[in-house]
């Protein structure tokens, strides 16, 4: 089946500092990614569908200048969380979408922010 | 908008019994849903989708338009049914994007 592949898998950073968070899909092209954000305990929310060659769409809440999404390949989106605080510690899963509405996930990566 | 309802957090059932995982949604369109499964420390993964009318490890789910139903259903359950299983909507969004709005989750652990 369709391999996407996370990474990193868990990243710890300090207050104020940039993490990136890379999707890629391994054995297919993707030209639709999607990232989420998982609270302990609860369901996945979308945060943005990303579309390789063109911005982001976000979702209403999540602010764009606080999560940039870049898809500049067919197989790579990458996820930065600016200036990150405490709040943003989350799980962070990416999937990408092979054929019509089928999405592969990525294993996730949990995000801690001193 | 759209929205999944997953009534039951927590479902535990015997080996060899029955289990039906409910799931429920609110659209106003043609839905297409979907059952994701994962199972401890690994990452999700699909089930089954409705248009696919088919079984996967002995679960089917039959879409009810009438009650907007989406039930997950398995004569029965073995061990390694455990784990947390998320019914799915996905929704067009443009183009070739389909979105995906998520129910919380349903937690199915099968004794032995």
């Known amino acids: 089946g369709a391999v996407v592949s996370q990474h990193p898998s868990w990243v710890i950073c300090k207050s104020g500092t940039s993490v990136k968070i890379e999707c890629r899909s391994l054995?297919?092209?993707?030209?639709?990614m999607f990232w989420y954000r998982q609270f302990p305990k609860q369901s996945l929310m979308l945060m943005a569908t990303?579309?390789?060659?063109?911005?982001?769409?976000?979702e209403q809440g999540v602010e764009k200048d606080k999560f940039l999404i870049n898809h500049a390949s067919l197989t790579l989106s990458t996820l930065t969380v600016t200036s990150a605080h405490p709040e943003d510690s989350s799980f962070y899963i990416c999937?990408?979408?092979?054929?019509?509405?089928?999405?592969?996930f990525g294993a996730g990566t949990r995000l801690s922010v001193l | 908008a759209q929205r999944v309802t997953q009534p039951e957090k927590l479902l535990s059932v015997f080996k060899g019994a029955p289990v039906e995982l409910k799931c429920n949604y609110s659209?106003?369109?043609?839905?297409?849903l979907f059952w994701y499964v994962q199972y401890s420390r690994q990452r999700l993964q699909l089930l089954l989708r409705?248009?696919s009318r088919e079984s996967i490890k002995g679960f089917t789910a039959d879409l009810n338009k009438g009650e907007t139903s989406f039930h997950l259903k398995k004569p029965f359950a073995q061990e390694e049914d455990s784990a947390m299983y998320y019914c799915?909507?996905?929704?067009?969004?443009?183009?070739?994007?389909?979105?995906?709005?998520f129910g919380k989750g349903t937690l199915l652990t099968v004794n032995p």
């Open positions: 999937s990408a979408q092979q054929a019509r509405n089928i999405q592969y």
């Open positions: 659209y106003s369109g043609s839905p297409e």
């Open positions: 054995d297919f092209q993707a030209t639709t």
């Open positions: 799915a909507l996905s929704v067009g969004s443009g183009g070739s994007n389909y979105k995906l709005t």
């Open positions: 409705h248009i």
């Open positions: 990303s579309n390789e060659g063109s911005k982001a769409t976000y």
